[in-house]
T-cell receptor, first 115, second 117 residues
Framework: AQSVTQLGSHVSVSEGALVLLRCNYS??????LFWYVQYPNQGLQLLLK??????LVKGINGFEAEFKKSETSFHLTKPSAHMSDAAEYFC?????????????FGQGTTLQVKP | DTAVSQTPKYLVTQMGNDKSIKCEQN?????MYWYKQDSKKFLKIMFS???????INETVPNRFSPKSPDKAHLNLHINSLELGDSAVYFC????????????????FGPGTRLTVL
């Protein structure tokens, strides 16, 4: 069975500082991994995804994440936080069942950006 | 054009009532989903339909019944609403294809905030 753990339900950074949001996963099959962002009162939007190939993936808005199989991690980073990055971030893993497309989401991390 | 749309955006109702939420996607995807987001923002899948066929049915009370009249629509009907049903419900769609895994992006609707009084 698949599962996702996001370490830290709330992360606060200063504008211009490094953003690091942690995600660890458990999967019995090679995982497909995703980061989604949810702005207040909106639906989720895909930031980036890892399926196969290059383990460092780049996404929208300057975010990137690195798949580390040995650490079962997929941490999200951004070199310099912007006020507009304040939102809820969700890490997700694709379940291994056939013909479902099911995603398992982590608990979410609220990113606060201070001026 | 809106990719995944939901109506209504807000729904306030009394306990015991029956209500429906509608979802439509114009992306040509073969799979649609309903998620429930609770007050702690935890997202959990409820149902999924692939080409109008129910493929995911999580442990959801029988009071919840999804209906997919065609590939582009997945509606959610809730009978005998309870206080605990208050949440934000998200519809999503994706193209799963033959691989059966969500290798592609899931596109989410704006959500329907349901409040049961």
């Amino acid at each position: 069975a698949q599962s996702v753990t996001q370490l830290g339900s709330h992360v606060s950074v200063s504008e211009g500082a490094l953003v690091l949001l942690r995600c660890n996963y458990s999967s019995s099959v090679p995982p497909y991994l995703f980061w989604y962002v949810q702005y207040p009162n909106q639906g989720l939007q895909l930031l980036l995804k890892y399926t196969t190939g290059a383990t460092l993936v780049k996404g929208i808005n300057g975010f990137e994440a690195e798949f580390k199989k040995s650490e079962t991690s997929f941490h999200l980073t951004k070199p310099s936080a912007h006020m507009s990055d304040a939102a809820e971030y969700f890490c997700a893993v694709s379940a291994g069942s056939s013909n479902t497309g099911k995603l398992i989401f982590g608990q979410g991390t609220t990113l606060q950006v201070k001026p | 054009d809106t990719a995944v749309s939901q109506t209504p955006k807000y729904l306030v109702t009394q306990m015991g009532n029956d209500k429906s939420i509608k979802c439509e996607q114009n992306l040509g995807h073969d799979t649609m989903y309903w998620y429930k987001q609770d007050s702690k923002k935890f997202l959990k899948i409820m149902f999924s339909y692939n080409n109008k066929e129910l493929i995911i049915n999580e442990t959801v009370p029988n009071r919840f019944s999804p209906k997919s009249p065609d590939k582009a629509h997945l509606n959610l009907h809730i009978n005998s609403l309870e206080l605990g049903d208050s949440a934000v419900y998200f519809c999503a769609s994706s193209q799963v294809g033959r691989s059966g895994r969500a290798s592609g992006e899931q596109f989410f609707g704006p959500g329907t905030r349901l409040t049961v009084l």
